[in-house]
């Protein structure tokens, strides 16, 4: 078990991101590099500059849209509130610098294909890298005339390639588009089994069986925690082991373990899940789509 106050972790813009624009990071829990499995949970300012392309991951997020709007190109739309699942091997985007600054809950992880995730380290140091024979711009890697490869490409594919010394394969999308959920237009229900608990399930996503839901408490009540994913508070106050929890505390519980959090007032606590890592597929890449979206 790993636990984060989203209020005592500083704001850091470093510049170390392969996408155009100021970004405020505070990154608040992280999982093993070395593990399918692993994760980066943070809390994200974008200041309304940011310009990524459409492109697409070979890992999966969760996104909590806590403030401002984000737009995805013809892909989604999030308003505070929105919660918006992004699945391994699908195309979003593109975002502008239209619309003004942004703060975003995002959980990145490991997903079904067993592709892993790069670290924030590892981000930085084939960037760093990447530097001596091209440059950045608006998202996308451009090589230097003199230099061989590839000469426009995504950024986050460059830095990919970088890290890995191989061509990146993409998952197969098991989902076409990303799933936006709208939890103000779900009811609650009593959550079995937890008295003054109730519930909203949200969505069930892949053949990992990977959860998102809401859960409300009622001052005095609690609510047992299980299941491997991150629970975040989204609103209310209250003790987890041993600790008091208020908005934006964050618990990550791996398989088989579980916690406790006990409420001093109404409280919300937002469930992101991940995929059991003994669950997932072996890495097997596959043949390559031929479509790109980046041209020179």
């Known amino acids: 078990m790993q636990i984060a106050h989203g209020d005592e972790v500083p704001i850091v813009c470093d510049g170390g991101g392969v996408r155009t624009g100021k970004v405020g990071k505070q990154l608040l829990l992280g999982g093993d590099p070395a593990s399918p499995g692993n994760f980066k949970f943070g809390l994200f300012h974008q200041y309304g500059d940011f310009v990524s392309p459409r492109h697409r991951h070979n890992f999966c997020q969760f996104r909590v849209q806590l403030e401002g709007l984000c737009k995805y190109g013809f892909s989604a739309e999030m ?8 699945p391994e091997g699908a195309y979003y985007g593109p975002q502008g610098p239209d619309v003004g600054d942004t703060y975003t809950a995002t959980l990145q ?5 067993g592709s892993g995730l790069l670290t924030p380290e590892q981000t930085v140091a084939a960037k760093k890298e990447l530097l001596k024979t091209g440059f950045f711009e608006e998202g996308v890697f451009h090589r230097n005339p003199d230099v061989p490869g590839k000469r426009n490409m995504d950024g986050f594919e460059a830095v990919w390639e970088q890290v890995n010394g191989r061509t990146l394969v993409y998952p197969e999308p098991q989902y076409a588009t990303p799933v936006m959920m709208h939890p103000d237009n779900f009811q609650w229900m009593p959550a079995a089994g937890a008295s003054g608990v109730e519930e909203k399930v949200l969505g069930v996503f892949t053949d990992c069986q990977i959860p998102c839901a809401i859960y409300r408490l009622q001052p005095g009540a609690t609510f047992t925690a299980n299941g491997r994913g991150m629970f975040m508070v989204l609103d209310g106050h209250g003790a987890v082991e041993g ?31 991940m995929p059991d890592v003994a669950a997932m597929q072996s890495y097997a890449p596959v043949e390559a789509a031929s479509e790109t979206p980046v041209s020179a």
């Open 79 to 86: 308003k505070p509130g929105t919660i918006g699942y992004f």
């Open 109 to 113: 992880f490991g997903g079904p294909s």
């Open 243 to 273: 600790d008091n929890f208020r908005r934006f505390t964050s618990v990550y519980l791996d398989t088989g373990e579980t916690t406790r959090f006990k409420a001093d007032e109404v409280s919300e606590i937002l469930l992101l899940g």
